[in-house]
């Protein structure tokens, strides 16, 4: 029925810097298929943004390489893709919404230039054809006034008005997938469900692929359909999103999904994790969270968990850890 | 329990046992727009912070809510003192500290102190920890020794959770939830008996702001402090207050104690704020009612008229627009003693439960803001 339409397989990235080799990103597989939307979850510096980075290819190199692993995308391997080809799919197939909204758009150029200037470059539109093109977007993101408003500037349109616009500009050549990089991390509550709802909306009309990327476990229970739980440059956990919340089988997702604080309940204590993500120049031997878990034992501080297949409690699911089925009993 | 215009929550049953430490009354803040460059000649006002009451008990938390641009930073930094107020009163056990200068203020400030939201920012990156936790010593040198800081210092790093040799290190050698540990000792340091926490966990990630909360929490029992906790995160503040405030483009517009608030909420902008935050369950998405709000929060250079939520809201009438709504417990509830009988500034303040409780209702009647 639905197509994988994007399949990272072992993807490994590392930083070189001055001080040695920061590996951000060793490992990684995840699928998305059509219309669906996978959440990667995960702290800062578990290596989410910079998979994303890869899979676009706007990693900067260097300091960063892809050292190995493949980027199927609708059966292709991107990797071996040359820069010319690969930017004909950015863009066109691919689509990426960043966090800041500010900070992404250009300060000199109206929104409406921005806009058309994906049909003038990629679909060779005129400059008339591109305004008309422009309107017709910012009206489909529901800025109000769209006629009047696309030769405003970035700085003239609010937070929630901005990230519209970056919406806008990625749905512009009806992409198969789009990555949204903490799309909401920056607005209020009330701007972020409106925004995320117009962003599931328009997912679901164009049948596209999802990759939202977030460490907010309240917005992925919200909208997803399969999480990964990223941990020191690794996928820990992924299962489908229901499953997830009801059982994890990793003790990091469990960690996590204790210490946040609950709107609908006043406990005293929180659960906190104790410590702090690894330093990825380092990171420990065997499993990488083993010095923070509380059911480590002396396996986990030699050997890499592998994915283990999590068989009970829900179909379709991974766990990188030694005792995943201690932790989905205990 | 009539003369309650100057929103004088101290007699109503919200009001924190004993006697308030810190009370709150017609707080304003105004920052004039100007013209002109010879004759500048004041055109306007960005209301920022436009009265607001409130109090706070011993060893009480308040938190206030509200989205950005609703003023509660400002109410913050009047609190410490870092900015005057335009009008109001803040009563510092019964001194107002607004009119109060020189010695008497160095006094008062002694006692409240703030923790800031960016651990990354508020923190001198040339000072190392011993001397940034230490200064406030050089500004009241009365509550430590000179001989004695060192060992001060030390017991605050054990006390916030950090290694006390670490004394000699620099910031940028330390994570961000160490930092924000390292603020919170500066905060201790002078022994005071508030601390003004304006969103001191949201830099950082969902691990270390769990242990962050619970060393507050802890803090507070060990050192009898109140907090007025000051964030954009409902769930934290739920966590953490006994009382909560919301605010809305600069007043305060429902308020009472956390249950009050979260589980029987009557304004409108605070059961939309409610709906609105992403619940960490998936089984609750389709049992959900969401209030989306349209449009964006209003100027505060240009405040609408009556009530000041009356342009997104889904209720708004005639009479919203003619008078403004006073935080007073509404008519509807007067007579209760239930939880819906909270301060709420609202013409039509009515009962709603926006956050899904155990067991899960079955779904309302949509909601959308457009009616």
């Not at chain 1, 179909?315 to 989905?328: G, I, M, P, Q, T």
């Not at chain 2, 239930?338 to 949509?366: I, L, M, N, R």
């Amino acid at each position: 029925m639905t197509d994988v339409l994007l399949e990272v397989r072992d993807l490994h990235v590392e930083f070189r810097t001055r001080d040695g080799v920061a590996k951000a990103v060793n490992g990684v597989t995840y699928s998305v298929d059509e219309g669906e939307t996978l959440a990667v979850l995960g702290e800062s510096g578990s290596g989410k943004s910079v998979t994303a980075q890869a899979v676009m290819g706007i990693l900067d190199t260097p300091p960063g390489k892809i050292t190995s692993g493949e980027i199927l995308f609708k059966g292709q391997d991107l990797l071996k893709f040359k820069e010319e080809e690969r930017r004909k799919v950015r863009g066109a197939q691919m689509a990426m919404i960043f966090q800041d909204a500010l900070s992404s758009l250009n300060p000199v150029l109206s929104v409406g230039a921005q806009l058309g200037e994906m049909f003038t470059v990629h679909r060779g539109a005129s400059r008339k054809e591109a305004k008309a093109k422009a309107i017709e977007l910012m009206d489909r993101v529901r800025i109000p006034g769209a006629a009047s408003r696309v030769g405003d500037y970035p700085h003239q349109f609010s937070g929630g008005m901005r990230q519209r616009i970056m919406i806008a500009m990625a749905l512009a050549l009806e992409p198969a997938l789009i990555i949204a990089d903490e799309p909401t991390t920056a607005l209020d509550v009330t701007v972020q469900a409106q925004v995320m709802d117009l962003l599931a909306e328009l997912q679901r009309e164009l049948n596209m692929g999802l990759i939202l990327i977030t460490h907010d476990l309240g917005v992925v229970a919200d909208v997803a359909d399969r999480i990964a739980v990223m941990y020191a440059g690794r996928i820990v956990e992924s299962a489908p999103v229901h499953d997830i919340y009801k059982a994890p089988a990793h003790p990091y997702t469990k960690g996590l999904l204790e210490s946040i604080p609950r709107l609908d309940q006043k406990g005293r204590e929180l659960y906190a994790i104790k410590g702090l993500p690894p330093n990825l120049m380092n990171i420990p031997p065997g499993c990488a969270f083993n010095p923070r878990c509380p059911m480590a034992q002396d396996v986990c501080r030699t050997d890499v968990p592998p994915l283990y297949e999590v068989t009970e409690a829900g179909a379709d699911r991974v766990s990188a850890c030694h005792f995943w089925r201690e932790c989905l009993n205990g | 329990m009539a003369e309650r215009k100057n929103g004088a929550v101290a007699e109503h049953l919200n009001a924190p046992a004993g006697e308030p430490i810190l009370q709150v009354r017609g707080l304003v803040k105004h920052y004039p727009l100007t013209q002109g460059i010879l004759f500048r000649k004041q055109v306007g006002a960005v209301k920022a912070v436009d009265g607001v009451d409130f109090d706070l008990g011993a060893g009480e938390t308040l938190g206030i809510v509200g989205e950005s641009g609703c003023g509660k930073s400002t109410v913050a930094k009047m609190l410490v003192n870092l900015e005057r107020p335009t009008a109001g009163e803040i009563r510092y056990k019964g001194d107002d500290i607004t009119k109060l200068s020189g010695r008497a203020l160095k006094a008062v400030r002694r006692n409240i102190q703030m923790v800031f939201q960016d651990p990354y920012t508020s923190l001198n990156p040339r000072m190392t920890v011993g001397d940034i936790i230490g200064e406030p010593y050089e500004i009241h040198p009365e509550v430590a020794p000179k001989g004695d800081r060192r060992r001060q210092v030390q017991d605050l790093l054990d006390v916030v959770g950090l290694n006390p040799e670490y004394i000699n290190r620099y910031p940028h050698q330390f994570s961000g939830g160490q930092r924000q540990r390292i603020g919170i000792a500066r905060g201790l340091a002078l022994r005071p008996e508030i601390i003004v926490a304006d969103e001191p966990v949201s830099a950082l990630d969902v691990s270390v702001q769990a242990q962050v909360i619970n060393l507050m929490d802890r803090l507070q029992t060990e050192f009898a402090l109140s907090y007025v906790f000051i964030a954009h995160d409902l769930s934290i503040v739920r966590h953490i207050s006994d009382r909560v405030g919301v605010m809305y483009l600069g007043r305060i517009v429902e308020t009472g104690r956390d249950a009050e608030i979260y589980d029987h909420p009557t304004h409108p902008y605070t059961q939309a704020l409610l709906s609105a935050v992403p619940v960490p369950d998936p089984e609750a998405r389709e049992h959900r009612e969401r209030i989306i709000l349209f449009g964006d929060v209003p100027s505060p250079a240009n405040i609408p008229s009556g009530c000041r939520f009356r342009t997104r809201c889904w209720k708004a009438a005639e009479r919203c627009a003619m008078e403004v709504p006073l935080l007073a417990v509404p008519a509807e509830f007067r007579y209760e003693a239930g939880p819906a009988a909270h301060d709420s500034a609202c013409h039509f303040a009515e009962e709603k439960q926006v956050v899904p409780q155990e067991p899960v209702e079955p779904p309302g009647e949509p909601t959308d803001g457009s009616a």
